[in-house]
């Protein structure tokens, strides 16, 4: 894929925009609290648990201890366990792809106790609980 002047200067532009709201100078693994650390240019640290990043929920210590920063500071790679982070997400509070993203955010949304939820329950347990379901013969 060839890329024009045009379209170079444009990418070298986006990413000196996106370098300004910060980007990673050091990046480690805290083993006591289990959390990555990320401290960027601007002296803002970003401490994350591992379990909320894609890829990073259930990896060992060894293979969690080696970070690697991408040469811009945009991205953190853990090789071991090829898996990668892009700093301007986590400042924005996203943790992996859209669909890993998705996943996460609707298990969540159906774990939510409301009082709205709550009533609905308490209004279905009065009528005999869940209707069972009837099997349909073909």
Request: proline letters at 4%; glycine letters at 10%; a positive charge.
């Amino acid at each position: 894929m060839s890329m024009t002047e045009t379209e170079f200067t444009q990418a070298q532009t986006r990413a000196t925009t996106r370098r300004k709201a910060g980007y990673a100078v050091k990046a480690r693994f805290d083993r006591r609290t289990a959390r990555v650390v990320v401290s960027l240019d601007s002296g803002v640290h970003i401490t994350f648990p591992v379990e909320l990043a894609e890829g990073l929920s259930g990896a060992l210590p060894e293979e969690l201890a080696i970070i690697e920063i991408t040469p811009g500071g945009m991205g953190l790679h853990w090789p071991k366990l090829d898996a990668d982070v892009y700093v301007p997400a986590l400042l924005q509070g996203v943790f992996g792809s859209k669909k890993w993203m998705a996943a996460r955010l609707g298990a969540a949304g159906g774990k939510v106790r409301s009082e709205s939820k709550a009533a609905a329950s308490r209004e279905n347990g009065r009528k005999g609980g869940r209707p069972r379901r009837i099997a349909s013969s073909c």
